[in-house]
């Protein structure tokens, strides 16, 4: 069974970047299409970008995009989350998740979860 560990979160503030990484154990990377959401205080969970298992497709919530990159290093089971040009509305805790394959229908249907990390944006 595929675990997940997001790391790389923190207080930053605006104009700011971070990079998050999301590494994955249990089970080999290369098989798993990984997605980003994120969960701000109060709000429903959104989400933010994903990536094919292979690294040859990649997509992005119109709020982030080019402000944010989804790229994969399949021989360190680790895919990152490169966030520039930080704001105070992408403050949240962002979630890597995991499915088979293909970002199709991402954002209704994944199977494996990280617990979070926080990304505090500074005003």
């Known amino acids: 069974q595929l675990q997940l560990v997001e790391s790389g979160g923190g207080l930053v503030q605006s104009g700011g970047s971070l990079r998050l990484s999301c590494t994955a154990s249990?089970?080999?990377?290369?098989?798993?299409?990984i997605g980003w959401f994120r969960q701000a205080p109060g709000k429903e969970r959104e989400g933010v970008s994903c990536?094919?298992?292979?690294?040859?497709?990649?997509n992005y919530a119109d709020s982030v995009k080019g402000r944010f990159t989804i790229s994969r290093d399949n021989a360190k089971n680790t895919v990152y989350l490169q966030m520039n040009s930080l704001k105070p509305e992408d403050t949240a805790v962002y979630y890597c998740?995991?499915?088979?394959?293909?970002?199709?229908?991402?954002?209704?249907?994944?199977?494996?979860w990280g617990k979070g990390t926080l990304v505090n944006v500074s005003s």
């Open positions: 990536i094919t298992y292979n690294g040859g497709s990649t």
């Open positions: 998740a995991g499915r088979y394959y293909f970002c199709s229908d991402y954002l209704q249907s994944q199977d494996y």
């Open positions: 249990g089970s080999t990377l290369d098989i798993y299409a």
